[in-house]
């Protein structure tokens, strides 16, 4: 089980980083008073200076830790499954479970309802857009089918193995350059197409959403299931992934 320690460490630096953008934004906004509107009285987009604290693209990196930890686990997972190593499939279902919940019902949807459509109105990076939300199509109907596979009685058959191993690889092999993209390419450019309001709004709407779903502390309570699940498969001691 995961420490009360290491659960009050991941709850406090998410708490600094929040009072890290709000008083990093609230100073932005004295400085800008009197001056943020362009001609006509329009307002400008974020400037990366004026905003240096956790904002919404930096939220969703954050997530995308989580995802990055879930898609080690479907890793190894699908290297048991294929070597016939011994391999508790709950712990596929588990990690699905999350991935189903917080990453496609929380995460993608805040792109998609947020993000997402300020490109488009824009006109910034459509087709990257348009290829994001058809991985996040796709990706749903992969996790549909690791949920249905990874059962104790299914799995035992070799051709539902053998499809559980594909079914897997091919989400791992999808949502790496997915993330990388979106955290090189798309996050970044979000200030350029946001006015500083929105920008500040939207902070408030991630929050306001993840609290509604898993609770006040839900990232943190998501970071302690993960741990769980890589202790499960001896994935959580970091030291073991160091060369040499």
Do not use: W
Request: net charge neutral; aromatic share 8%.
């Amino acid at each position: 089980m995961v420490s009360r320690g290491e659960r009050e460490r991941a709850k406090s630096m998410k708490q600094v980083a929040r009072r890290t953008f709000l008083l990093r934004t609230a100073g932005a906004g004295l400085l800008v008073a009197g001056c943020g509107a362009g001609p006509g009285g329009a307002q400008s987009p974020v400037s990366t200076q004026e905003n240096e604290g956790i904002g919404p693209p930096e939220d969703l990196m954050r997530e995308h830790g989580v995802l990055n930890r879930l898609l080690l686990v479907y890793d190894e997972s699908a290297r048991r499954l294929d070597a016939r190593q011994a391999l508790d499939v709950k712990v596929i279902a588990k990690s699905a479970d999350i991935i189903r919940q917080f990453i496609e019902e929380y995460h993608e949807k805040l792109e998609e309802d947020f993000m997402f459509p300020r490109f488009e109105k824009a006109g910034v990076h459509l087709d990257l857009v348009a290829t994001l939300r058809h991985q996040h199509r796709a990706g749903r109907s992969l996790t549909d089918g690791i949920l249905g596979l990874s059962k104790a009685d299914v799995v035992q058959q070799d051709a539902n193995r053998q499809r559980l191993v594909a079914t897997l690889r091919s989400f791992v092999r999808m949502y790496r350059p997915h993330e990388a993209r979106e955290d090189t390419v798309l996050f970044p450019a979000f200030r350029q197409v946001v006015t500083r309001e929105e920008f500040s709004y939207l902070a408030e709407q991630f929050e306001k959403r993840e609290h509604a779903l898993f609770g006040r502390d839900g990232f943190e309570n998501i970071v302690v299931q993960l741990g769980e699940i890589e202790r499960a498969l001896g994935l959580f001691d970091l030291n073991q992934f160091t060369p040499g």
